[in-house]
């Protein structure tokens, strides 16, 4: 039977051809990147060859290690992604990213029926204002808010979002909000997820830019706290319908007018494109496009 060439040395030399440095290389398997030089060095006293050449900082891979590095590179990436998907299929844990607003808006208050239904599930949540990098975070699912045009991604729609205005009872009354051209004497209360005020005064208040500056504003980087103002009497908010339903069926907001600005922009599902989903992740994909259909009725 034929010897084995040593499989450690193997990883090292498939990490430094990939990235073209031991450094790199030695950052991604957590060793030095003398344990690297060494791994390699091993590696090219069993096959025979010089593998690289070495230079100040630089290191050039030769002829013979291209050549080896295409035979053997598929068979390396196969044993990976076998091990992967192994260890996946008992693997109870899943991973999803949303903006922070939706998640304490709207998932907060709907998790435990996910968690009900399926027990067994290591739910992990991550909410950033960024978007989510497959590539780099352990995400196994992400809801964006974005015109869903990502040819990179598998995309789903889940709620095709418009721009609503909402303030409390006790505002409406005091400013005497009976049509929109009644802001002008409002205080707006912007927010960078929905920056929708200018548009939706020139529509339907026939309030330019410029007269729109003119009204007073208070500007969050999120919409949980201008959403929180708002039901505090400070001012009115311009959002989604998806971020105010608890406030609206409690009475604390209101809309009070009835036109809403459609968007371009929506609450999609994203996954990598082509991505085979364990079955963890499949049932939280299936809840969420359940609980997504019956919040859009």
């Avoid at 050549?67 to 990436?77: G, H, V």
């Avoid at 991550?126 to 974005?146: G, P």
């Avoid at 721009?163 to 005497?176: D, I, K, L, N, T």
Wanted: with cysteine; net charge negative; charged share 20%.
């Amino acid at each position: 039977m034929k010897t084995s060439p040593p499989l450690k040395a193997l990883l090292c030399f498939d990490a430094a051809m990939r990235l073209n440095s031991f450094s790199l290389a030695a950052d991604e398997l957590n060793v030095t990147p003398g344990a690297v030089g060494q791994q390699i060095r091993n590696l090219e006293q069993w096959l025979g060859v010089a593998l690289f050449t070495r230079q100040i900082r630089q290191i050039q891979p030769t002829p013979d290690a291209q050549a080896y590095w295409s035979q053997i590179q598929p068979s390396l990436l196969q044993i990976i992604n076998a091990s992967h998907a192994l260890r996946d299929r008992h693997n109870n844990n899943v991973w999803l990213n949303m903006p922070p607003s939706l998640a304490a808006k709207w998932f907060a208050r709907r998790m435990a029926g996910f968690l009900e239904r399926h027990p067994a599930v290591a739910l992990h949540l991550s909410s950033s204002t960024t978007l989510a990098d497959f590539s780099s975070e352990r995400v196994d699912l992400a809801i964006r808010h974005f015109d869903g045009h990502a040819p990179e991604l598998d995309v789903e729609l889940l709620h095709q979002d418009d721009a609503r205005v909402y303030c409390s009872p006790a505002y409406a009354e005091q400013h005497g909000l009976n049509s929109p051209s009644d802001l002008r004497r409002a205080t707006l209360l912007h927010n960078t997820l929905h920056p929708n005020w200018p548009e939706w005064l020139q529509r339907f208040a026939v309030i330019d830019e410029q007269e729109g500056r003119d009204i007073p504003g208070i500007h969050f980087d999120q919409s949980l706290m201008a959403i929180e103002a708002a039901r505090r009497n400070q001012g009115v908010v311009i959002t989604s319908e998806w971020l105010t339903q608890e406030e609206v069926a409690s009475g604390a907001l209101i809309e009070p007018f009835e036109q809403r600005l459609p968007l371009s922009k929506g609450y999609y599902l994203v996954q990598p494109k082509h991505s085979i989903l364990r079955p963890t992740v499949r049932a939280l994909k299936v809840w969420l496009m359940e609980e997504a259909r019956d919040a859009s009725k």
